[in-house]
Each structure stands twice: as C-alpha cells, then as structure tokens.
C-alpha cells in the first residue's frame, strides 16, 4: 500500500469517527417502531462533528459567564453599545461640520458652474416643471420665473424653500422634497436664477409682491 493511500484510509477512518454514520443496508436494526403515515425515523446518533462544537460552546460559556459577573466594568453590552453610538454621533458631526452646505439651509449658496446650471436645467425637464412653467419658464398654469417678480421670493434660499415645501395651498406647486433630492432643488434654484432676466416666447405677466433682485 502506497503512503498516500494509507493517509486516505486514515482521512476515511477519520471521516467515520466524525460522522458516526450507520452503514448503509442496515438501517432496519436503528429503524423506530411508530409510523406516522407512512413517515418513519431512523435512531441516528448525534454525529460527533457536531456535538464537539456544542461542547466547545458550552466550554466557552463557562468564560464567557465569568467575564460578565466579574468584568463587567470592562466588557459590557451596554457600554460597548454606548461606546459606538458616541463615536457613530461624532462622525456625523464631524460629516455636517465639514459640509453646511449639505444640512444647513442658511448656509445655501447658488451655484454658478456651468455643470450645476446643466444639471438643474436637466431636472426642470426630467422632473415635469416645464409642464406649467415652460421650457423656457415664460410660465403658464405656474407663474413667470424669469422676471424680477415673485409670489414667494426670488433668491436662492426663497426658491430652495418653496421647491421643498411646495407653493400656497391648492395653487398647483406640490412639495418636491420627497421626489427631488437636497441637492438637485439647489441645482434647479441655481439653473432658475441663471434664467433671471431671460426673454421668454411668451412670458405670462408677472406675479407676486417681492422684487427680486431689486432694480
Ligand atoms: C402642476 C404644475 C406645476 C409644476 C409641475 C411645477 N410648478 Fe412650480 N409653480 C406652480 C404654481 C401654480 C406656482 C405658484 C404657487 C403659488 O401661487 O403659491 C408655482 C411656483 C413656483 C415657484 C415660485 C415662483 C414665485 O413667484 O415665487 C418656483 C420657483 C417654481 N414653481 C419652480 C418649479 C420647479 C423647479 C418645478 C419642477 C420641480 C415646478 N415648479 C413644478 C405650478 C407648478
């Protein structure tokens, strides 16, 4: 017998003290004696595999017991627990601190790169405001945005908020902050100030107390 087939029949002898398998063809001297049915059981030992398992748990249990009766000071779900939700806290913080722009709307700014003014020309077609503003926001059932007359405010912060919280009740111009993110309704308020001033086909004749800019 050559040395690697000897190790094979080691690996196998092994392979059967960790199963503990019944041989098969004899399942008739493990067979239990009740019938549900039709449905019969075999009286299968546990393989030993996996009860060793279970006796390592149970043994580190044992350690495990020790460590929270008497270590508690160190080793405690609670404190552990604490411990992440202070440092999750102060990564946010830190996250908000370095970007206002992102969380605090006094710290809104229009944008003025020609990508920002692409994009939020983009979303005021693929988000349907030329639908009542138009194309090229002369406006129809919504009122004008290029002329210096405003309903609820011109600048970038004014327009951020009625983009967000919608127009006056009932007049047609929904809340976008559920379907538009933070960033897009600043790229559309940029995009509608970069049109300040345009010369629309039809401009439809202005509305709104506010003047904004101011001549
Ligand atoms: C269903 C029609 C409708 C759609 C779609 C719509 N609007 Fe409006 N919009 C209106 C109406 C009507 C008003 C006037 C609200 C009021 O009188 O309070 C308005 C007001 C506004 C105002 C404020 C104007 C002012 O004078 O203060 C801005 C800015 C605006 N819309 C931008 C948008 C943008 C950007 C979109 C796309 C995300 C959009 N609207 C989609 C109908 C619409």
Redesign the pocket.
């Known amino acids: 017998m050559s040395k690697s087939s000897e190790n094979l029949s080691g690996w196998k002898k092994f392979m059967k003290s960790m199963t503990k398998a019944h041989e098969l063809g004899t399942e008739e001297d493990i067979l239990l004696d009740h019938d549900y049915d039709g449905i019969r059981e075999l009286d299968n030992v546990l393989p030993p595999w996996w009860l060793y398992g279970f006796y390592i748990t149970i043994a580190i249990s044992v350690f495990y017991i020790f460590q929270v009766f008497y270590n508690s000071e160190e080793y405690s779900q609670e404190k552990e627990y604490k411990a992440e939700v202070a440092q999750g806290k102060a990564e946010v913080d830190a996250y908000k601190a370095a970007n206002p722009q992102l969380f605090d709307d006094s710290n809104i700014v229009v944008l003025t790169d020609a990508e920002s003014i692409a994009k939020g020309k983009e979303?005021?077609t693929s988000?349907?405001?030329f639908?009542?503003?138009l194309a090229d926001l002369g406006g129809s059932?919504?009122?004008n945005?290029t002329d210096n007359?405003?309903?609820?405010?011109?600048d970038v912060k004014?327009?951020f908020n009625?983009?967000t919280n919608?127009?006056?009740p009932g007049?047609?111009?929904?809340a976008?902050e559920s379907t538009?993110t933070r960033e897009e309704r600043i790229q559309?308020?940029s995009y509608?100030i970069s049109m300040q001033g345009s010369t629309p086909a039809n401009p439809k004749a202005p509305?709104?107390d506010?003047t904004w800019p101011e001549e």
């Open positions: 979303l005021f988000k349907t405001c639908a009542c503003h059932i919504g009122p945005l007359k405003w309903i609820l405010g011109g004014s327009i009625t983009l919608g127009g006056r007049k047609g111009m929904i976008w538009i559309l308020a509608i509305e709104g506010i």
